[in-house]
């Protein structure tokens, strides 16, 4: 982690600590062969070629907190469609995660491996909850009064982190929290789980880039 958010819990105060931007700032482009890679990788996920993707894998590629890991448990996630259509839809709902983390500015930690989505590198604090903290990945999103869109706009919020206590599928504009008691309401386009998925690409000791890690979670 290169980077950190101290968010310091008041007792007897709804501000968390003084806002932050983390403006995204993809660091790529320092290696011309890892912007190769994730192009072709972006290519072969939007395509759904399955045998592609898997060829980019480290062998022991991490994909849970409690699997065993590996292409075999990879291409479970990945396979085709079978005819149930929960699991199919699970499964498309899976790649489009993949897609999206993969579209991501991403950084260079300190040993060279290079992480997905760039807000990965903010480190919480151990008291505040994670499954409750969102990145707001947008410039300029706005904070409305009320959970509709012609709601009054109280402000604009840019790459900042907010937090979220009751998330609802069911609804658009999610009641969010901003780290100086500010409360508002929020469409859930514009809000990344800091528990989301996240991605890892390493270098393998031939000098080819690998997708090691693809996993959600704390």
């Known amino acids: 982690m290169t980077r950190a958010l101290l968010l310091l819990l008041l007792a007897g105060s709804p501000a968390l600590a003084d806002r932050q931007s983390f403006p995204p700032v993809d660091e790529a482009e320092r290696d ?13 996920v939007a395509a759904r070629d399955t045998k592609a993707v898997i060829a980019a894998v480290c062998p ?14 990879f291409l479970e996630y990945l396979d085709p469609a079978t005819g ?6 699970n499964r498309e709902t899976y790649w489009n995660d993949l897609e999206t983390t993969l579209s991501q500015p991403g950084y260079f ?22 499954f409750v903290t969102y990145f707001v990945t947008g410039q300029n999103v706005t904070l409305r009064q009320a959970a509709e869109p012609g709601a009054p706009v109280l402000n604009q919020i840019s790459h900042e982190i907010v937090i979220i206590t009751n998330y609802r599928d069911d609804t658009d504009y999610q009641p969010v929290m901003l780290t100086d008691g ?27 880039w690998q997708l090691c890690t693809f996993v959600s979670g704390d």
């Open 32 to 44: 011309p062969t890892l912007v190769a890679f994730r192009d072709s990788l972006s290519a072969s």
């Open 60 to 73: 022991d590629i991490y994909l849970s907190h409690g699997g065993s890991g590996g292409p075999e448990e």
């Open 84 to 89: 149930d259509a929960q699991e199919d839809q």
């Open 109 to 130: 930690d300190d040993e060279g491996e290079f992480w997905m989505p760039h807000q990965w590198q903010i480190t919480l604090p151990a008291s505040l909850d994670p």
């Open 182 to 208: 500010t409360r508002g309401f929020m469409h859930r386009d514009f809000l990344w789980p800091m528990t989301g998925h996240r991605a890892a690409f390493v270098k393998s000791d031939t000098g080819d």
